[in-house]
Antibody
Framework: EVHLLESGGGLLQPGGSLRLSCAAS????????MSWVRQAPGKGLEWVST????????FNADSVKGRFTISRDNSKNTMYLQMNSLTAEDTAVYYC???????????????WGQGTLVTVSS | QSVLTQPPSVSGAPGQRVTISCTGS?????????VHWYKQLPGTAPKVLIF???NRPSGVPDRFSGSKSGTSASLAITGLQAEDEADYYC???????????FGTGTKVTVL
């Protein structure tokens, strides 16, 4: 059974940094692209970042380019999201999700973690 | 600001059929990128309901179906049930943005 577990969320001040983790199990982690999707309180879903299986290719939403970095350690079955220069607009529940499909333009998110809350406030 | 537009809400009586539209553009749905649909209950993570425009994962009842035409897609729910009350989101890929996009979301209410 596929299981994704996010951790690392919390409360921090504007301008701060945080690293989220997503521990995966139940599938061959390195064979699949993984993504982060966030949801601000009371708002809709927003794709944030995606990393290919080998970890060599990443792409990010414009809203986080230059501030967020997605990475993965396939030996640990874990994905990360390093978030820098955080603002109040980054306040959201951050979900990790497994990508499925082919080609990448047709990828969907077939499994999701339970999410971790990041709150940016002074 | 989502590039895929959905109605904020739809409602129906138990047993009725409701549809949710997802309107995009030539750089996403109109570019022949697949559309996927997710169901989200309050306080929980989204779950995929329909993938590749009209395919259901195992366990999703056939009351749910998807379609796509031109720059739009639709999710239909037949035989509406109380457990269908949730938020629904469409998702595709946008070639201009080089990334994935979600719809604005639709709240389904069972009267």
């Amino acid at each position: 059974e596929v299981h994704l577990l996010e951790s690392g969320g919390g409360l921090l001040q504007p301008g701060g940094s945080l690293r989220l983790s997503c521990a995966a199990s139940g599938f061959t982690f390195g064979d699949f692209a993984m993504s982060w999707v966030r949801q601000a309180p009371g708002k809709g879903l927003e794709w944030v970042s995606t990393i290919h299986g080998p970890g060599t290719t990443t792409f990010n939403a414009d809203s986080v380019k230059g501030r967020f970095t997605i990475s993965r350690d396939n030996s640990k079955n874990t994905m990360y999201l390093q978030m820098n220069s955080l603002t109040a607009e980054d306040t959201a529940v951050y979900y990790c999700a497994k990508n499925e499909g082919h080609p990448l333009e047709n990828w969907h998110f077939d499994y999701w973690g339970q999410g971790t809350l990041v709150t940016v406030s002074s | 600001q989502s590039v895929l537009t959905q109605p904020p809400s739809v409602s129906g009586a138990p047993g009725q059929r409701v549809t949710i539209s997802c309107t995009g553009s030539s750089s996403n749905i109109g570019a022949s990128h697949d559309v996927h649909w997710y169901k989200q209950l309050p306080g929980t993570a989204p779950k995929v309901l329909i993938f590749n425009s009209n395919n259901r994962p195992s366990g999703v009842p056939d009351r749910f179906s998807g379609s796509k035409s031109g720059t739009s897609a639709s999710l239909a729910i037949t035989g509406l049930q109380a457990e269908d009350e949730a938020d629904y989101y469409c998702q595709s890929y946008d070639s201009s943005l080089s990334g994935y996009v979600f719809g604005t979301g639709t709240k389904v209410t069972v009267l």
